[in-house]
Every structure is written in structure tokens, then in C-alpha cells.
């Protein structure tokens, strides 16, 4: 027979070991868990990680910080924080998306949080456009309800179906809940090529007109840039209603990049492959390079989309 203490400690034990498993700290260090309330994007962590990656685009960098952090400390947003990025390829859309879903949820685009929708792998089809704006709809809804932080990327929005965009309207908008669940604490991107040529024009017109690209500001761009894609039947936002009901909270242009940022682009590919910088390798890939306008080749054509696969023509240094 087994002595009462025994029985006693051994119960004790078991209550003690399955409160410690069953503690959010010790449960989330194994199973991804959503963040709480509480949750604070580290903003010099988030800061150091665009100025070391991200290059040549000073306005994004600083809009977006402003913009995520401002959000993520308000007990309380009133809508979620909806954000268009625009800017040819190769600019950094793409890669501050990744750092900024990283920094809300560490595992980034491996994050059960975090979804990516691509608008010709997930909605190719013109004729269902119906039920792509259904499907969208109830993904969104199951997954917030799952994670109030979730964040949701659509990229390849310059190839999204008119309309199609729309669906997601109620959630962007200043309700406290829609259906019994709160959007209010949800992250939106939009990633985008339209308006492409109107932030180059401009900037292109600052160069010509002597001034630096760190002096152009959001206010010089923005405006044109959201009645650009809203009246641009490719943008994806052709005569949105999140547009017109001024539900995306930030236009951000992506500025056309120079040569020093293609060589920034090299380094730091180099460096992540664990090379020592070559400077003649860095100008080798630069060079391989083409630029635009025709006469002065100011910026890339590609950004730094290309220089992975030109770095691989010159591993045997």
C-alpha cells in the first residue's frame, strides 16, 4: 500500500510539472504562439536591420519605422496599419516586407501569422473573381480570429484583377468589429510596380534640378503617387474603394537605385555568402549591370534583382 505522503508528493509533483508545461513562456518556446497585447517591435533592432539591408531608400526606411512603430505601441489602433509599397523591381519592396513581418513575427514568412498572397499564383483567373473575393474574405476572417497580429502581404498587386482588392474593404476600415472579430491590431501590405515611373520621373527631376535623392520627402511623392494607381487600370487599385475611402494609411515610393547601391547590394551579398569583399568583383557586377536614362545611366533598371545571379558568374574568385 502506498504511504499517504508518498501519494501526496507525488500528486504535488504532477500539478507542479503540468502547470510548468502548460505556461505560455515554456509552451511558446516550442509551438509558435501569437504575440499578446503587451508585445513591442524592438525599434532600434527594427531601425539597424533597414540601415545595414535596406539601401538607397531613405524615405521607406524612415516612413515605415514611424509608421509600425506608432502602431504597434497604440494600446488601441483605431483601424490596422495598411501600407502600399511602389517602386520598379529590385528596389527593396519585397525585402523590408520580410524584415518588418520578421520583426512582428520571428519566423517571418515561415509564420503561421504571416501570409503571402501572389496575385498570379493565388488568384489567376479573371472569370472567378467571385470566389477569389470569397476565399479572400474567409481566409482573412479565420485567420485573424486565430491571430489578432496577423500580418497579410499581397504582392504582384500591378497584376491583380480590378476589384478584386475591394473584398477585404471591410477589414480595413475604421469598425470596432466586423462579425464579432476586431481587425484593428492586423498588419496589411501592398506591394506594387504601378507608379514605378512616376517616382522615377521625380526623381530623376530632383537630379536634374541639382538637388540630393536624401531631400526628396514623402510629401513631394505621395499624393501623385495614390491618384497614379488609382486611375492605372494595371495598379490592382484602379478606382479602389480603399483609395477613395482613404483606408491605406501610407503611399511609400521605392526610389529608382544608383550605382553606389548596386555595389551596396554586392558587399553585402558577398559578405552573406561569407566572402571577402572584392572591390573588383563589386565593380565587375556593377558594371555587368544596365542603367537608365539612355544618355546619363543614372539608376538600374533591374535595382539589385539581378545581382545574385551575376555574383554566381564570378564565385571562382
Not at 514568412?109 to 493565388?122: D, E, I, N, P, Q
Not at 491571430?147 to 469598425?175: N, Q, R, T, W
Request: charged fraction near 20%; glycine fraction near 6%; aromatic fraction near 10%.
Amino acid at each position: 500500500a502506498l504511504e499517504p505522503l508518498s501519494v501526496s508528493l507525488a500528486i504535488g509533483v504532477a500539478w507542479a510539472l503540468t502547470g510548468y508545461l502548460s505556461h505560455p513562456n515554456f509552451y511558446c518556446s516550442y509551438v509558435e504562439c501569437c504575440p499578446s497585447d503587451g508585445h513591442r517591435i524592438n525599434a532600434t533592432a527594427l531601425r539597424a536591420q533597414l540601415d545595414t539591408k535596406l539601401f538607397g531608400q531613405h524615405l521607406a526606411k524612415d516612413v515605415v519605422l514611424k509608421a509600425v512603430m506608432g502602431f504597434t505601441n497604440n494600446p488601441s489602433p483605431k483601424k490596422p496599419l495598411t501600407l502600399s509599397l511602389h517602386g520598379w523591381a529590385g528596389t527593396g519592396k519585397n525585402f523590408l516586407s520580410q524584415i518588418l513581418a520578421e520583426h512582428v513575427h520571428p519566423a517571418g514568412l515561415r509564420s503561421k501569422f504571416v501570409h503571402l498572397f501572389l496575385a498570379t499564383l493565388h488568384f489567376p483567373h479573371q472569370d472567378k473573381v467571385k470566389l477569389y473575393k470569397e476565399q479572400l474574405q474567409s481566409w482573412i476572417r479565420g485567420n485573424v480570429s486565430a491571430c489578432p497580429h496577423s500580418v497579410f502581404i499581397f504582392d504582384e498587386m500591378d497584376k491583380m484583377h480590378p476589384g478584386l482588392i475591394d473584398a477585404i474593404k471591410p477589414f480595413l476600415d475604421y469598425y470596432e468589429q466586423v462579425d464579432r472579430v476586431s481587425y484593428r491590431k492586423a498588419i496589411f501590405i501592398f506591394l506594387s510596380n504601378a507608379g514605378g515611373d512616376l517616382i522615377n520621373k521625380a526623381a530623376l527631376d530632383f537630379w536634374t534640378s541639382g538637388k540630393r535623392r536624401e531631400e526628396i520627402q514623402l510629401k513631394d511623392l505621395e499624393l501623385m503617387l495614390s491618384v497614379g494607381v488609382f486611375n492605372n487600370k494595371n495598379s490592382g487599385l484602379w478606382h479602389s474603394s480603399l483609395i477613395d475611402r482613404n483606408l491605406i494609411d501610407y503611399f511609400i515610393p521605392f526610389l529608382p537605385l544608383e550605382h553606389k547601391h548596386v555595389k551596396m547590394c554586392v558587399r553585402a551579398e558577398m559578405t552573406a555568402r561569407g566572402y571577402a569583399v572584392d572591390e573588383k568583383i563589386v565593380q565587375a557586377v556593377a558594371d555587368e549591370m544596365t542603367f537608365f536614362p539612355k544618355d546619363q545611366k543614372i539608376y538600374s533598371d533591374k535595382g539589385c534583382k539581378t545581382v545574385q545571379a551575376k555574383l554566381d558568374i564570378h564565385e571562382d574568385f
